[in-house]
């Protein structure tokens, strides 16, 4: 009886082996064959933060059919330094991009946008109303970890309050997520009370959530860069996309979602 | 990708070819490799990366020692609730019939088939602020969502499937005429499930705690999602993982290696467990 056990046991174990290593990546295939339509594919590694502009975009760009790979800007950087190879990198700040043509692993970088870092908070919700409210004790703040841009500028803003107020800031952060969707996530699920991101994002929520402006003196200056990637499958169709970014279709459907011009 | 249940696949007896032609055995052959090689380079890439030195290196950095502590902490909660609980309720399962069952036991194995993301957002639909259950919660000044007990919950969800098949598999095994005498020599059903279902059924209901200790060590979608990621109270190793692949590829792929070489000894004991279970039933 125990003998014959121990096939669907090694059964159970190879199911257990690939249920465990399944993990909800946002890393899309690196093809660079054809489309359908006879239009090569442009792979566009962009932060999460561009997802809906970026969308409206690839609709309209008619060189080439736009592929979106949305994530975190420093997990996309960090698969590039691994060796993936998209056409263009879209990240929500210009480190990352300096940095990765420091490595000389894309072109050079152009700032094609910038945004505002907001406190957002549930639209029905009435327990933040200012950033001195995140400071009291109990409330759940959401942000972004110290490498992904919007958790990088949250920093920033931190930094220049005063010692005190920082750690009562920081003692409100219950969760540090990979990007700015997942703020989005466990603010409009009611799971947090506050949450630093983009002004954009708040407005792509269609009134799910409210934004709550910083003090001039704490806003960071949130610059947005863009690249083609060293060795990408399709450069000119990956240029025209960089190009339409910074003055043509693309332009447009940024500032209609909220970005300011680059400064 | 899916994750068939187990319990009753049992793939008939071969009878030897002897005229099996070339071709078919270099078929096989090259079959074989080919399933081998792509199994096995991905975990062989994890550790032809790392040294030995960069992986005891990795075990000084605050963010990786923090999530190993909470992943042996979330892990040894989850797996005990799963025991305390399932195992009773497997026995149930296992002993009576009724009408419905079919599908009793269908629901409860959903989790094993069902991805991470939506196993975290079916637990924020229940078990979150908004969710159906919120409300209870909240009344009973209960907060899983950003708490160590959310990573808990998650793993407990995830992973008690596994356990609850294998012990009811185990439980259904049972010669029924052991139960019986153990009733007629005076035992009442909770002595005879003390003290002979459950060491009959031991070895069984150790390979499941095992396999549903790896799933939960292993849990990374559902945590992040219903429980969220915060150094020492909801970042478990995989999210670490996670966090440093952004950060720290070396540190990422060290962290990789610890729980790679975790899971192969959790795979090992379970088959030295019941390996020498099929060998002392074997002179019954």
Known sequence: MR???????????????????????????????????????????????????????????????ARFSFAGSDMLAAQIEQGVRPDVFASANTKLPAMLYGKGLVDKPVVFAANK????????????????????????????????????????????LTPAQHRAVLASVKDREPDVTAIVGKLSQGAADAGFLYITDVKATDGKLKAIDLPASLQPRVAYGVAVIKGAPHPSQAQQFVAGLVSGAGRGDLRADGFLPPS | ?????????????????????????????????????????????????????????????????????????????????????????????????????????????????????VAGIALLAALGPNGILGGVLKDAHITLVFQTAGVVVAQVFVASPFYLRMAQTAFAGIDRSLLDTSRTLGSTEAGSFAR????????????????????????????????????????????????????????????????????????????FVVGTAALGSAGR
Not at chain 2, 209 to 225: I, S, V
Request: glycine content about 6%; overall charge positive.
């Open chain 1, 3 to 65: 003998g014959r056990r121990s096939i669907p046991l090694l059964v159970a174990l190879l199911t257990l082996a690939a249920c465990g290593s399944s993990k909800s990546n946002t890393t899309t295939s690196n093809g660079s064959t054809s489309s359908s339509s006879g239009k090569p594919t442009l792979v566009i590694s962009a932060a999460a933060s561009l997802k809906k502009a970026f969308t409206t975009y690839g609709t309209q760009f008619s060189a080439a059919s």
């Open chain 1, 117 to 160: 870092l907001v406190l957002a908070v549930p639209a029905g919700s009435s327990k933040v109303k200012s950033l001195a409210d995140v400071e009291k004790p109990g409330t759940v703040l959401v942000v972004g970890t110290p490498t992904v841009p919007v958790g990088d500028y949250t920093n920033t803003v931190l930094a220049r």
């Open chain 2, 1 to 117: 990708m899916t994750c068939v249940p187990t319990g009753s696949y049992r793939p008939p007896r071969p009878s030897v070819a002897r005229t099996r032609p070339l071709w078919f055995a270099l078929v096989l052959a090259l079959a074989s490799a080919v399933t081998l090689a792509f199994l096995f380079i991905p975990v062989l890439g994890i550790f032809v990366n790392t040294s030995v030195a960069r992986l005891v290196s990795s075990l000084g950095n605050p963010e990786s020692t923090d999530a190993l502590r909470l992943s042996l902490e979330t892990t040894a909660i989850a797996v005990a609730v799963i025991a305390l609980v399932g195992t009773p309720a497997a026995y149930a399962l296992a002993t009576r019939s009724f009408r419905g069952k079919a599908v009793l036991v269908t629901v409860i194995e959903l989790p094993l088939v069902l991805p991470p993301a």
């Open chain 2, 196 to 271: 002979v279902a459950i060491p009959v059924a031991l070895p069984a209901l150790t390979a499941g705690l095992a396999l549903a200790w790896g799933r939960a060590l292993g849990e990374f979608g559902a945590t992040l999602m219903f429980a969220g990621s915060l150094q020492r109270v909801t970042q478990t190793v995989p999210l670490a993982i996670y966090d440093e692949f952004a950060n720290d590829f070396p540190a990422a792929l060290a962290l990789s290696a610890i729980l790679v070489i975790v899971s192969a000894a959790v795979l090992i004991a379970v088959r």
